[in-house]
């Protein structure tokens, strides 16, 4: 068996072991990562085998797949491991060498050919391309109304979103909500009531991250950018590019400037996923509330915080972490607010794959500028 893995990969892993070796197995990693429920071992044990030189081990373990690179656990290592470098790492080992038949790999292998050609993702192409492989996706009914969209041309193609104004803030879109026309036109709208001016940038296609290849992100600007993902503030850093989620950046203006919100329920579970700065991300969605006159109904933080499936969770069906969620905000009769566009739509599958009567909304969907928010506040999920 042993014979049957590469000298290179065994030299790799060498080398990861002697940045490892401080580590104490203290479980820090484990504790802190946001997507505890979903993983079968767990960062530590990753460096477990690490450490161990198992690399046959190593090439199998899905749960590298299932890491969402939100740095958690290198935060809170107190040997000062790169644990989540070591996530990626194994990642890289896999696609080089071999490994697992897991969706979320066969997702970050297609993701990077196709962003290696063009800067942004076709969700039809690419749902095509997973299916011709053998992944068919958990929600049918999701996928379907995707490729309607996409196919009757409703999904917007160019940047678009301009919010006149002094001084438009640079806006960049990331590809999710360039192919979400709803949200799109909900996100315009706040700013718009909000006076918040916006200037969306060229070249806002896919960030790169949702490869976990080695694809840079295609924007290229020496100035600050408002984002609406997580995963783009994630991606855009790495290059060195200031990010500042703008829903954050609107209730802040709201509040500098005493703008009441509205909001299109008086009570919400937040839902802020794994990649956000999860504590920034709630005391803003409690600021929120408290402009909307809102109740926000929370639990304890890692309920708010876990993985909503990002990547693998169309495939997969819906993560633990949030059939909680969903369970505890069907129990509290609210419904789901979330800043991320990706979580928002995993989280609705989830919710009709659980038959649960709960909606989601994305935030702009749910928060609007007081006394305009009947208008278009229509975030049903599971109908
Ligand atoms: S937190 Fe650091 S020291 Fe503790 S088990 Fe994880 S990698 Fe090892
Ligand atoms: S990077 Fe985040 S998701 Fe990945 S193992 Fe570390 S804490 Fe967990």
Not at 259 to 267: D, F, G, M, N, Q
Request: include cysteine.
């Amino acid at each position: 068996m042993s014979t049957l893995v590469p000298e290179q990969a065994r030299a790799t892993v060498r080398e990861l072991e002697a940045q490892c070796r401080q580590c104490l197995q203290c479980g820090q990693c484990i504790g802190a990562c946001p997507n505890g429920f979903e993983l079968e071992l767990g960062p530590r044990r990753v460096v477990r085998m690490i450490l161990s030189q198992d690399v046959e081990k190593l090439l199998k373990c899905e749960d590298v797949w299932r890491c969402s690179e939100c740095q958690a656990c290198t935060e809170a290592c107190p040997m000062e491991v790169d644990v989540a470098g070591m996530m990626g790492r194994v990642r890289e080992l896999q696609m080089e060498f071999g490994g697992v038949r897991c969706p979320e790999r066969k997702v970050a292998e297609i993701a990077t050919k196709r962003l290696s050609r063009k800067n942004k993702i076709d969700n039809m192409l690419f749902g095509t391309a997973m299916v011709s492989r053998g992944f068919i996706p958990s929600d049918l009914l999701a996928t379907a109304e995707m490729g309607i969209k996409m196919s009757t041309g409703k999904v917007r193609r160019r940047p678009r979103l301009t919010v006149e104004g002094t001084e438009p803030k640079p806006f960049y879109a990331g590809c999710s909500l360039q192919q979400d026309k709803e949200a799109f036109n909900a996100t315009a709208k706040v700013a718009r009531e909000l006076g918040f001016p916006l200037a969306e940038q060229e070249g806002a296609g896919c960030c790169g991250h949702g490869s976990r290849g080695k694809v840079p992100a295609k924007l290229e600007t020496d100035k600050s950018v408002f984002t609406v993902c997580p995963a783009c503030d994630y991606s855009l850093q790495e290059v060195e590019i200031e990010t500042e989620p703008v829903w954050q950046a609107l209730v802040e203006h709201a509040r500098r400037e005493e703008l009441k919100l509205a909001a299109a329920k008086p009570r919400f579970v937040p839902y802020v996923g794994c990649l956000t700065d999860r504590e920034t991300a709630l005391g803003s969605l409690a600021d929120a509330a408290e402009l909307a006159d809102a109740e926000m109904v929370s639990s304890y933080p890692g309920l708010h915080a876990g993985c909503c499936g990002a990547l693998g969770a169309m495939f997969r069906g819906p993560t633990e972490a949030v059939l909680k969620l969903i369970d505890f905000a069907a129990e509290n009769e609210a419904p789901i607010v979330t800043p991320c566009l990706l979580c928002r739509d995993n989280v609705r599958s989830a919710v009709r794959s659980a038959k649960k009567k709960v909606h989601v909304y994305f935030w702009p969907e749910f928060f609007q500028a007081a006394g305009t928010a009947a208008t278009t506040a229509d975030g049903e999920a599971d109908d």
